[in-house]
Each structure stands twice: as structure tokens, then as C-alpha cells.
């Protein structure tokens, strides 16, 4: 990439003009480093405040992408530092079949995993690249918060961003022989983390409609029995921050009926989230008002619900709520 530094531009602007476009998928891939679309956000800003104070000593040895994932990337692992793995509830313990189980209380102690918006990835734009689109299934983001800090930058360098080994070594100040014992250890470690989905036998567009709709239709007016009709039959279900979840339609469609579901207690609003279908989640105050509860993410594989990852966190509504006023209004 040409990057000039003499012209009509002042240096701000010039670096705006260039570094801009990157920004939808160097936020990807902090955030898969992170787990944390909240810490991902600061981190990026953090790279671009970096990269633009040293920007007047850019020399051009690599390309001006290659030196901004370089920038963010030892910021994320410098970030990493002080902080664990972000896990799911599937992550830390074995599910139950009978929603009759007593609830474990919520833990606010442990930084769990959180959704991302797709909208911040840029994943609306048919031109915007693989890399800012791909990598982000919920599956695989749980999978990487396995892996030490390090092997998770290897990997997705490598694996996702398709960086060569060369190229690698030279963003984290290693040696390609060290970053091919760090890629065979993060892949092994990663197949024992379990599978990993990737491209499910998702519904065609219609299909994927309907099932979306009569999904709505049924937890806002509390029938559990349409809802099961669209449960697959080994259906999975957590809510961070509360580490039970559940496992088969019987248990996942008894939870919702029992203890979530009532007629007018819920808002759905349809977005997107991780690749994924998904729903940001308001609760009836009793006033006449909602208020923010929380993002839910479905996967379906074909005509059914295979999973419902309820992330029962207020603080995420604003970030997929700012997209979708965004992009209502662009």
C-alpha cells in the first residue's frame, strides 16, 4: 500500500484517509483475542492513538495493515496480561436435562464472553473483507478463550487473517520456527477444546424468516407449544451471567415456559450478532415501559433452533442499539 507523506493533506488527515478502512476488522480481530466486544472497542482506539502519534516515523518495510495489526495485536496481549479467559457457561461445567434443577445464582465475578454487533465488522458490506467478516462465531471465539494469549494471536493470525509465518514472527517479534510450535499447539488445543461450528446447514432465506417470526410470535406471547415446534430436538440453551444451562428440547422449551415466558413481559428486536440470527432483548417494567435486558443469539441448523445463547446483560443493549440506529439513518 502507498502510503505518501508529503502532499496537499495535513498528516491527521492523510492518516484518517489511509488507516479508516481498516478499522471494521482490526475490531474483529481484537475482539477475538479478547472476547470482549466492550474491550475490543478500547483497544482499537487505543492502536489507532498509537499508530497515530508513530505515524510520522512509518517508514514502509511492511505495509501500513500488517503494521496496525502489529500495533493492536501487542496491545491485546499486553491487555491479556491481567486478565483470564472470558468463558460461556457451556464452558465451565456439565448441562442439566430437567428444568426443574435449582438455578445457580448469577456471577458477576466472572468476565464472561460477549456478543458481538456484525453491523461493527462491516459484515453489511459485500466489499468489505473476509477477514472483518469471518472468524466470529461464538463457537470459535469460546474455543479461542482455551488457548494461551499468544497461540490465540498465532492462530488467528494465521488461521483466519491467512498471515504467512514470516510475517507473523515479525509482528510479535519471534521466529518463524517459534510461531509454527505456537500454531501446531493452539490447533491440537483447539480440537480437545471440542468442535467447532462453522458452516451449519443453515435454512434458505424464507424458511429462515418464518422460523425467526414464529419465533418471536411465541416467546412474546408465551406458547410454549409453538415454540417447541422449533426447537431441534438436542436444543442447548445458556444465559450468562448465570452458569446453569440446559441441554434436549424438553429441558430448554420447560425452562422458557416455566420461568421466562409470560405474555407481555418481552420485546424482541431482530439484528445480527456473531454471524448469527439474533434479538436484542427489552423487559415490560409493569409501568408501561421496557427496559433493557439483553441480547439473545440463535443457531439454527436447518428448519430448527440448535442453540439459544441469552446474554442476560443490560450493558450490551446500547452498542447493538447505536448499529441499528445507525444504520437506519445512513
Same mark, same amino acid.
Given at each position: 500500500m502507498s502510503t505518501p507523506k508529503e502532499g496537499t493533506m495535513p498528516a491527521s488527515d492523510e492518516f484518517a484517509t489511509l488507516t479508516e478502512p481498516l478499522r471494521p476488522e482490526l475490531l474483529a480481530h481484537c475482539y477475538r483475542l479478547l472476547g470482549s466486544i466492550h474491550d475490543a472497542e478500547d483497544l482499537v482506539q487505543e492502536t489507532y492513538l498509537r499508530a497515530w502519534r508513530a505515524y510520522d516515523r512509518f517508514e514502509g518495510r511492511s505495509t501500513l495493515r500488517r503494521w496496525l495489526y502489529k500495533i493492536a495485536t501487542m496491545a491485546c496481549l499486553t491487555a491479556l496480561e491481567t486478565r483470564g479467559r472470558r468463558p460461556l457457561p457451556s464452558g465451565l461445567g456439565a448441562p442439566s436435562e430437567d428444568h426443574r434443577v435449582a438455578m445457580a445464582d448469577r456471577e458477576p465475578s466472572v468476565a464472561w464472553l460477549q456478543p458481538a454487533p456484525d453491523a461493527l465488522f462491516g459484515a453489511d458490506d459485500p466489499a468489505t473483507t473476509v477477514a472483518a467478516r469471518s472468524g466470529v462465531r461464538l463457537a470459535f471465539i469460546a474455543a479461542l478463550q482455551f488457548l494461551p494469549a499468544r497461540q490465540r494471536a498465532v492462530l488467528t493470525m494465521r488461521d483466519v487473517l491467512a498471515f504467512r509465518t514470516s510475517e507473523v514472527a515479525e509482528m510479535l517479534d519471534t521466529t518463524p520456527a517459534a510461531v509454527d510450535? !505456537?500454531?501446531? *499447539? %493452539? *490447533?491440537?488445543?483447539?480440537? @480437545?477444546? +471440542? $468442535?467447532?461450528? &462453522?458452516?451449519? %446447514?443453515?435454512? &434458505?432465506?424464507?424458511? *429462515?424468516?418464518?422460523?425467526? &417470526?414464529? =419465533?418471536? /410470535? !411465541? #416467546?412474546?406471547?408465551?406458547? $410454549? /407449544? !409453538?415454540?417447541?415446534?422449533?426447537?431441534? !430436538? /438436542?436444543? @442447548?440453551?445458556?444465559?450468562?451471567p448465570i452458569p446453569t444451562w440446559f441441554t434436549g428440547r424438553h429441558a430448554v422449551a420447560g425452562f422458557l415456559a416455566h420461568r421466562v415466558m409470560r405474555a407481555g413481559l418481552w420485546r424482541l428486536s431482530p439484528t445480527h450478532a456473531n454471524g448469527r440470527p439474533a434479538f436484542v432483548?427489552?423487559?415490560?417494567? +409493569? &409501568?408501561?415501559? #421496557?427496559?433493557? =435486558?439483553?441480547v439473545q443469539v440463535l443457531t439454527l441448523i436447518g428448519s430448527r433452533i440448535s442453540r439459544i445463547t441469552a446474554f442476560n446483560d443490560p450493558l450490551l443493549v446500547p452498542t447493538f442499539e447505536s448499529m441499528t440506529k445507525a444504520k437506519t439513518t445512513s
Amino acid at each position: 500500500m502507498s502510503t505518501p507523506k508529503e502532499g496537499t493533506m495535513p498528516a491527521s488527515d492523510e492518516f484518517a484517509t489511509l488507516t479508516e478502512p481498516l478499522r471494521p476488522e482490526l475490531l474483529a480481530h481484537c475482539y477475538r483475542l479478547l472476547g470482549s466486544i466492550h474491550d475490543a472497542e478500547d483497544l482499537v482506539q487505543e492502536t489507532y492513538l498509537r499508530a497515530w502519534r508513530a505515524y510520522d516515523r512509518f517508514e514502509g518495510r511492511s505495509t501500513l495493515r500488517r503494521w496496525l495489526y502489529k500495533i493492536a495485536t501487542m496491545a491485546c496481549l499486553t491487555a491479556l496480561e491481567t486478565r483470564g479467559r472470558r468463558p460461556l457457561p457451556s464452558g465451565l461445567g456439565a448441562p442439566s436435562e430437567d428444568h426443574r434443577v435449582a438455578m445457580a445464582d448469577r456471577e458477576p465475578s466472572v468476565a464472561w464472553l460477549q456478543p458481538a454487533p456484525d453491523a461493527l465488522f462491516g459484515a453489511d458490506d459485500p466489499a468489505t473483507t473476509v477477514a472483518a467478516r469471518s472468524g466470529v462465531r461464538l463457537a470459535f471465539i469460546a474455543a479461542l478463550q482455551f488457548l494461551p494469549a499468544r497461540q490465540r494471536a498465532v492462530l488467528t493470525m494465521r488461521d483466519v487473517l491467512a498471515f504467512r509465518t514470516s510475517e507473523v514472527a515479525e509482528m510479535l517479534d519471534t521466529t518463524p520456527a517459534a510461531v509454527d510450535s !505456537a500454531l501446531r *499447539r %493452539a *490447533r491440537t488445543r483447539l480440537a @480437545e477444546a +471440542g $468442535p467447532v461450528e &462453522d458452516d451449519l %446447514a443453515e435454512p &434458505d432465506e424464507q424458511a *429462515r424468516r418464518a422460523l425467526l &417470526d414464529g =419465533y418471536v /410470535d !411465541a #416467546f412474546t406471547r408465551a406458547d $410454549p /407449544d !409453538a415454540l417447541v415446534q422449533l426447537l431441534r !430436538a /438436542d436444543v @442447548e440453551m445458556e444465559m450468562p451471567p448465570i452458569p446453569t444451562w440446559f441441554t434436549g428440547r424438553h429441558a430448554v422449551a420447560g425452562f422458557l415456559a416455566h420461568r421466562v415466558m409470560r405474555a407481555g413481559l418481552w420485546r424482541l428486536s431482530p439484528t445480527h450478532a456473531n454471524g448469527r440470527p439474533a434479538f436484542v432483548v427489552h423487559q415490560h417494567t +409493569g &409501568d408501561g415501559h #421496557f427496559q433493557p =435486558y439483553g441480547v439473545q443469539v440463535l443457531t439454527l441448523i436447518g428448519s430448527r433452533i440448535s442453540r439459544i445463547t441469552a446474554f442476560n446483560d443490560p450493558l450490551l443493549v446500547p452498542t447493538f442499539e447505536s448499529m441499528t440506529k445507525a444504520k437506519t439513518t445512513s
